[in-house]
């Protein structure tokens, strides 16, 4: 009986003793966050964090992308004491502040004079609507200009410049389209399906955003992209609904010169080229501006990362995440071929360090825009407005209504929404 209780008692002993070991020896940042196994910069993130934070270690909460949002509402609701939580939706970030979840960061950085001149306004973004600074920006992926440089070769034309303007850019594409159908046929651009790939630039003047519930501005850009179409310099609207071509497959089928799309396809071109799928040069500059927009801009939306507010050590959590959406977080979060947020000339030959980047210059200045702006705002009617918008969008392009019948529709439709 005696060796039993000494047995209890040693076994006891022992239990007591490991919490306060492993608090000596380690400590823990938990994160919330989507798709863990499947996204690089995720754990090329957390092992250059512990790298450099010796002692400290990231778990991450791996939840469900299609539910994310709901569930991180849910955990915070609950008092939940992760630590950090990845914001994915803007909207997320302003309810979470009014309901108390999450906390401003702005004493922190004043505290830490840390600064947020290097993310091209997209730190404004998570500013909530006491004025707040209540989460910082990761990752911010933004609008370029890809283009093929075998065409333009071709063709004995200048490649595209980090400035030109939209007019130009359409004479560009008019000048080097060729050729009729089949594989002779040469498309000067390409335009996806998308309403941000058509029409979304009117927003890069940081003044107009696509909620304000006036439309005119786009007008522009549906006369310019369908007096393209006419011209067989793109390939229409309705044949790509009808033939379901992803903008992938339309560029490196290798007869279409020009191409605006997300940074995100830098990854998959570059992937794509090594593993052989096609073998042309490609290169990407800033998107087209009008007159009077500076060169440079370009529109998109970032990831963020804020502070649970009943986190057991927001002193640790604010160390992660101010590291995470710093030049050192962003050259790791970088070095996979990832877009971070933070940028500068640093950051900049990280990215153009990849294997199978483009080498020349113009495609490593386009990696420092000079204005970010939102694709779309936050709001609670905006998700209404966005359905609006898109459905008038489709109209327009199958032309069964004409540019200005379109965007009249969205003026008037949006008008009611805004009025309820």
């Known amino acids: 009986m005696r060796r039993t209780w000494s047995i209890l008692l040693c076994v006891a002993l022992l239990i007591c003793m490991m919490p306060s070991v492993f608090a000596e020896g380690e400590k823990v940042i938990t994160v919330a966050t989507w798709d863990v196994t499947t996204t690089a910069y995720l754990t090329v993130t957390k092992d250059a964090f512990e790298a450099s934070h010796p002692g400290v270690k990231i778990e991450y909460i791996d939840l469900a992308s299609q539910d994310y949002n709901q569930k991180v509402s849910t955990m915070l609701a609950g008092g939940d004491s992760v630590d950090v939580v990845h914001v994915k939706e803007l909207s997320d970030a302003a309810n979470w502040s009014e309901q108390g979840y999450i906390l401003g960061l702005d004493d ?60 130009q850019y359409a004479e560009l594409a008019e000048k080097i389209t060729s050729g009729t159908e089949g594989q002779d046929k040469v498309y000067g651009t390409h335009y996806h399906t998308w309403l941000s790939a058509v029409a979304n630039w009117a927003v890069c003047d940081g003044v107009n955003t696509l909620a304000d519930g006036e439309y005119s501005d786009l007008a522009y850009f549906y006369n310019l992209v369908l007096d393209l ?81 009943a986190s057991d050590d927001p002193d640790l959590a604010w160390e992660y995440i101010s590291w995470l959406c710093s030049e050192e977080g962003a050259k790791a979060f970088a070095s996979c071929g990832a877009r971070p947020a933070f940028i500068n000339d640093a950051v900049a030959e990280v990215m153009a360090g990849a294997d199978g980047f483009p080498s020349d210059e113009a495609s490593k200045a386009a990696l420092q825009p000079v204005a970010v702006s939102l694709e779309w705002p936050t709001g609670e009617k905006v998700s209404a407005i966005k359905t609006i918008v898109n459905e008038e969008h489709t109209n327009i392009m199958t032309r069964e209504y004409t540019v200005d019948e379109g965007i009249a529709a969205m003026n008037e439709r949006v008008a009611e929404v805004l009025a309820d």
């Not at 071509?245 to 990854?267: R, S």
């Not at 052989?276 to 990362?305: K, N, R």
């Open 108 to 167: 922190k950085i004043a505290e830490t004079g840390y600064d947020l001149s290097h993310y091209a306004g997209m730190s404004e973004c998570y500013i909530d609507n006491e004025g707040k600074q209540v989460a910082l920006p990761y990752r911010a992926d933004y609008w370029v200009l890809f283009y093929n440089k075998a065409l333009f070769d071709a063709a004995g034309l200048e490649y595209p410049t980090n400035d030109l303007t939209w007019d």
């Open 229 to 309: 179409e006419d011209k067989g310099a793109a390939m229409s609207f309705p044949d790509l609904k009808a033939s379901g071509l992803h903008y992938k497959g339309a560029f490196e089928a290798g007869n279409v010169a020009m191409l605006p799309m997300g940074y995100w396809f830098v990854a998959q071109l570059i992937a794509d080229k090594a593993s052989g799928v096609f073998d042309f040069d490609f290169g990407f500059v800033s998107v087209p501006h009008l007159e009077g927009v500076a060169a440079g801009s370009s529109f998109g939306s970032p990831t963020g990362a804020s502070i649970n507010a």
